[in-house]
């Protein structure tokens, strides 16, 4: 089997790479949820040229100065995630449903005349949640003689375990993590101890595997608190900006286990390896945008946003165990790591710096019943930087750069005023996938786990509704996400794709006064 991992730029991380980041690291925190108030969500977000909605001020800053009243608006609702996976005729279904809080902000209008050229100095603030990380997987099938253990294998041997006393001197180490840190890749090192992974015929060599299992748990999510201030020009231009700060907690348990067979085809027990990881950190960054009616006696108003990197200072903590019952040796095997491994081992700090953002936005009202509004956003994935702490390259950059894609964005939105008091929403988004076809995961120094999703394009549908009195208003929303992706347990160039479908449904409901 010609593995993935014998590619030029696998060969080249391997070389380089002290640390685990990578493309994948980094798409986790690109991009955003569609989330917010009910009436941003039921017009799919698409309110850059609009305005006039809190949520507004976290794609164009300018909609905020919109507002000739002041506004306060809490939101909340459900979640429920669903994947179904499959893989080689075997199909499994996870789904989890979650309370949450989305949303809460308010503008604080500030008139300054009638005559005067600027009419409004507006100000504002809005938490919300701009990516909801909560998600269940799982996937298992007959593997065909495919087995992770030939990824560890072929890696010891790229990290130089080219004979069998080097092998040996690791197994004979007191605590071969601690001493060959930094030498030899640390799940590789794991493999080793525990027989996954083996010394035959002059080459490290892993098994046949029968069939797999894997699950994994994710948790957490991307809080954003914006501060706005946005003017009002001759009720004709709208400039605003708005300073974004993100704060980031991840969580995520895998589990990966394989029944093995041996050379003749029977059964050889298997193993299970356990992956803990989290995720930290807080980020900042700057949205400058404006509005303008092109015609004085038009309602049709043009939106242009920009938004600058997000630069994230982040710490990352892991854990892996991996056990093992293989009957071609005399007792079951068992290794922690963070019994061999103190905290300053299993965590590292580093920086992320998200690509520039460019949003351009369309919007209109036919008779003062219908409101109309359209955006497209754009953004590189693939200049995004992984950087440590003192400003230097990541080793795995190069994967940033040659598996991350410039992403494009589409908005439509739509409301209609059914009467004085009572209104009707709809909106889709389209949002085109971050990874490259051949996007992979190479099986870094501190990696611990060889999983990687290959995400395609998303599709959203919102629909919603709301209720406007003299200061009381009420929106309710419903936001349905599905996108497919391709995963797979481990790297091998051969190994067929497990294919996801993934799926989000979601009810948003706002409270909101303006007075």
Known sequence: MIKKGMMAVCGLVCAMAVNAQNAYDAERLLGNDLNGTARYVGMGGAMGALGGDISVMSSNPA?????????????????????????????????????????????????????????????????????????????????????????????????????????????????????????????????????????????????????NNFYSQEKGGINQYDFNVAFNIEDRVYIGATLGIYDVQYDRYSSYTEELNDDYGEENGGYTLENYYGLEGTGVDLKLGVIFRPIEDSPFRLGLAIHTPTWYELTESYNASLSSDILAYESPYSQTLSDNLDYNYLSYDYRMITPWKFNVSAGTTLGGLVALGAEYEYADYGSSKLEDIDGYELGDQPSVEAFLKGVHTFRIGMEARLAPQFSVRAGYNYTSAAFSDDAYSALAAYRTSTDFNNTKDKNTLTFGMGYRGNVVYADLAYKYDAYKSDFYAFDDIDLPATKVDNNRHQVVFTLGARF
């Open 63 to 211: 909609g905020i100065g919109i507002f000739r009243s002041n506004d306060f608006s809490a939101s909340f609702g459900f979640n429920n995630t669903t994947t179904e996976s499959a893989f080689n005729g075997t199909s499994m279904k996870e789904d989890k449903t979650r309370a949450s809080f989305d949303q809460i902000g308010f503008v604080y209008t500030h008139k300054i005349g009638n005559t005067t050229s600027l009419r409004y100095v507006n100000f504002g603030f809005n938490y919300h949640k701009s990516k909801n990380f909560n998600r269940l997987f799982g996937m298992g099938g007959q593997l065909d003689g495919f087995s992770q253990s030939w990824q560890l294998a072929q890696e010891m041997d790229n990290w130089g375990v080219n004979s069998s006393a080097v092998f040996d001197n690791i197994l004979d180490a007191q605590n071969p993590y601690r001493e060959y840190w930094n030498k030899y890749p640390v799940l590789g090192v794991l493999g080793a101890t525990t027989g996954v992974i083996d010394y035959f015929d002059g080459a490290v060599m892993g098994w046949d595997g029968y069939s």
